[in-house]
T-cell receptor, first 117, second 112 residues
Framework: GAVVSQHPSWVICKSGTSVKIECRSL??????MFWYRQFPKQSLMLMAT?????????EQGVEKDKFLINHASLTLSTLTVTSAHPEDSSFYIC?????????????FGPGTRLTVL | EDKVVQSPLSLVVHEGDTVTLNCSYE??????LLWYKQEKKAPTFLFML????IEKKSGRLSSILDKKELFSILNITATQTGDSAIYLC????????????FGDGTTLTVKP
């Protein structure tokens, strides 16, 4: 159990277009999902925390108008990179938090490789 | 601000060697420390540590936490080429509902 999927797994787009990435928890309900960004040979950088039915909480330095997050249901969160530019090219990973008792465990999606030309 | 520091940043060993990866942290309201292995895609979970001095073991991997000195180690014995990966350490706080702060990772390369 505890599978998280992301779609698409990779995307190439032209500069100025918007790209939507979906994150789904397939076999559990996730009240909280997290979006990370990872540059080559670097660690994961948390972008935002997404709670179902409420506005996402963005980390300092992350533009909320640039990276739109919608957590529409307990199993789906989406990240939309608006007006993408080459510097937005990166590996985007989501994780979903599953509660068991008093413990929250994060399960990661497989990631989405975004390349902006 | 929560902080996680991993060392070394990279490590090259030969098959059969034993390696120790380090993770030190500063976090308010510590809840748990987690180790992940990342190969080509997203990280995969290895261990969650919440109590000091209790070793967690899975095959050739083991990990232990020292909450007094604020660090953890991940040991890999009899390394294999398949152990080559980035190993990430992360900490969670009680106040953050599962939000993790990650270290920069240790890139391990195991040569045949």
């Amino acid at each position: 159990g505890a599978v998280v999927s992301q779609h698409p797994s990779w995307v190439i787009c032209k500069s100025g277009t918007s790209v939507k990435i979906e994150c789904r928890s397939l076999d559990f309900q996730a009240t909280t999902m997290f979006w990370y960004r990872q540059f080559p040979k670097q660690s994961l950088m948390l972008m935002a925390t997404s709670n179902e039915g409420s506005k996402a909480t963005y980390e300092q330095g992350v533009e909320k108008d640039k990276f739109l997050i919608n957590h529409a249901s307990l199993t789906l969160s989406t990240l939309t990179v608006t007006s993408a530019h080459p510097e937005d090219s990166s590996f985007y990973i989501c994780s979903a938090s599953r509660r068991a008792g008093e413990t929250d465990t994060q399960y990661f999606g497989p990631g989405t490789r975004l390349t902006v030309l | 601000e929560d902080k996680v520091v991993q060392s070394p940043l990279s490590l090259v060993v030969h098959e059969g060697d034993t390696v120790t990866l380090n993770c030190s942290y500063e976090v308010t309201n510590f809840r748990s420390l987690l180790w992940y292995k990342q190969e080509k895609k997203a990280p995969t979970f290895l261990f969650m540590l919440t109590s000091s001095g209790i070793e967690k073991k899975s095959g050739r991997l083991s990990s232990i936490l020292d909450k007094k000195e604020l660090f953890s180690i991940l040991n890999i014995t009899a390394t294999q080429t398949g152990d080559s990966a980035i190993y990430l350490c992360a900490v969670e706080a009680f106040t953050n509902a599962g939000k993790s702060t990650f270290g920069d990772g240790t890139t391990l390369t195991v040569k045949p």
